[in-house]
């Protein structure tokens, strides 16, 4: 018996983007039809709905979350996959809030995209009453990394719960800006965010810190204190470096979690609290729970969604972003001009092993922007203000990163009025990958689709419309 194939709609403005999208579903079975504007497909609507919409946000005078909007109201089982090239932590978490099936940031292999539309053809999503991000301070959570991506969307899944989080990652990653987040975008947002570093506190004090004490529980208590728990009633508790946390308060942080109740020191009476617990640390807590050194029941307490913060040296991509931003913020921090890095400058930096990861950029971005003497940060300007060691020797009008030199001749080719070059570099620099990994495979496909980390069938698909010879 032949099965229908499913309806696939996908809108986007672009048009190559929408045939490479189109002609993937199609091989994968489905029957897809394509739209350039929110306005097409919303008159579509009216007189039917695809089995999988998937859709852009952000179109030329519109709004993807607008469509996703109506798609809720009025169709609130279509599964709506959202693709983005705009892949911030605002845009994931407002996707989702609003209904997204699921949320790709561009570019992406078409193979992932029919994997998540047959993930979505086998589920619906949810009728309840999903609710728009409202709008936030801008967040400083940022990264078009692939890592980076995996986090803002794990907080997009998680805007509309309680559950208790673990954040794992070395110091200086970000972690309390991924608690601050998901408690922004969470139930609790109009609640307090209590934030704990329980290895900043003495053992001795931080019972009392996290639990409160009742007048005379010991010398110096003089007044009821009211603790950490009590404080972030209704709202979000964040306790940092949770794998420091003694073995005597790991028990009691136990029996809290478990029961929601504690007595504070000192107290005889039982102190109910409702509190979401977000935990960080950058040890490996396995290890410590099988060195005896951290309860095993505590750790699966904790451990219900683990978000894992990487490196900034596994995500060297969003280094130039990043200084960017903190170069401009430690420009309005220290009421002075806005310096701005060279490429050459930009490329070193990019290529420091930074061991403090984002909390020692920000630092060095309020270093360079206070003792830099020029507005322009040269090479040069880094070898006294850092350490040498740790800048890999370059010149002002070279760099070996390939996006500053893309960067440049894009600048070269609008400045001759030059047009159409997207489509010009986008199809050499398809050609030179695939050139290249076919050199490197010998030939086999396979291979060398796996050297490029895409699918084989998109490999495929490249070489007969680009024609790499």
């Not at 809720?72 to 989702?96: F, G, I, K, M, N």
């Not at 400058?345 to 020692?360: D, F, H, I, Q």
Request: charged letters at 25%; proline letters at 4%; a neutral charge.
């Amino acid at each position: 018996m032949n099965t229908k194939p499913h309806k696939i709609w996908v809108v986007d403005d672009d048009p190559s983007l929408r045939w490479v999208m189109s002609e993937a579903l199609r091989e994968a079975g489905h029957a897809p039809q394509d739209f350039n504007s929110i306005e097409e497909v919303l008159g579509a609507l009216h007189a039917s709905a695809p089995d999988v919409l998937i859709t852009d946000i952000h179109l030329p005078g519109e709004d993807g979350l607008e469509l996703l909007r109506s798609v809720r109201t009025a169709h609130p089982r279509l599964p709506v996959v959202v693709v983005t090239a705009h892949s911030d932590l605002q845009t994931a978490v407002a996707a989702y809030q609003g209904g997204a099936f699921e949320y790709l940031a561009k570019p992406f292999d078409v193979d992932d995209l029919t994997a998540v539309v047959a993930r979505a053809l086998q589920t619906s999503t949810s009728s309840g009453h999903a609710r728009l991000s409202k709008t936030q301070p801008v967040d400083t959570l940022i990264g078009e990394a692939p890592a980076m991506q995996a986090v803002f969307r794990t907080i997009g899944r998680l805007s509309g719960t309680h559950l208790t989080v673990l954040i794992t990652g070395e110091s200086g990653t970000g972690k309390e800006l991924v608690a601050r987040a998901l408690h922004r975008h969470s139930p609790r947002s109009q609640r307090p965010f209590i934030a704990l570093n329980t290895a900043a506190i003495p053992a001795e004090l931080l019972e009392s810190e996290l639990f409160g004490h009742e007048r005379g529980a010991f010398t110096g208590a003089n007044a009821r204190r009211v603790g950490r728990f009590e404080q972030a009633h209704g709202g979000t508790l964040f306790l940092d470096e949770i794998g420091d946390m003694p073995p005597a308060l790991q028990t009691r942080l136990l029996r809290v979690l478990a029961e929601g109740e504690f007595y504070r020191v000192g107290g005889h009476e039982p102190v109910k609290v409702n509190v979401r617990i977000i935990a960080a640390t950058h040890q490996h807590l396995e290890q410590q729970v099988a060195a005896g050194r951290f309860r095993e029941d505590l750790f699966h307490r904790l451990n219900v969604v683990q978000v894992q913060m990487p490196a900034l040296r596994e995500r060297r991509e969003d280094i130039p972003q990043l200084l960017e931003h903190f170069m401009q913020a430690a420009a309005r921090e220290l009421n002075l001009e806005h310096k701005r890095l060279t490429a050459a400058a930009m490329a070193a930096l990019r290529e420091r092993n930074w061991p403090g990861n984002v909390r020692e950029l920000r630092n060095v971005c309020r270093r360079l922007t206070l003792m830099a003497s020029g507005r322009i940060v040269h090479r040069s300007d880094l070898s006294a203000l850092l350490n040498e060691n740790e800048i890999k020797s370059s010149d002002d009008g070279d760099s070996s990163d390939w996006r500053i030199a893309l960067r440049d001749w894009t600048r070269k080719q609008l400045a001759e009025g030059k047009t159409g070059i997207f489509s010009l570099a986008a199809e050499d620099m398809q050609k030179v990958l695939i050139e290249t990994g076919l050199e490197s495979s010998g030939g086999h496909r396979q291979q060398a689709a796996r050297l490029l980390g895409i699918g084989r069938n998109t490999l495929t698909r490249k070489l007969k419309t680009s024609d790499p010879g």
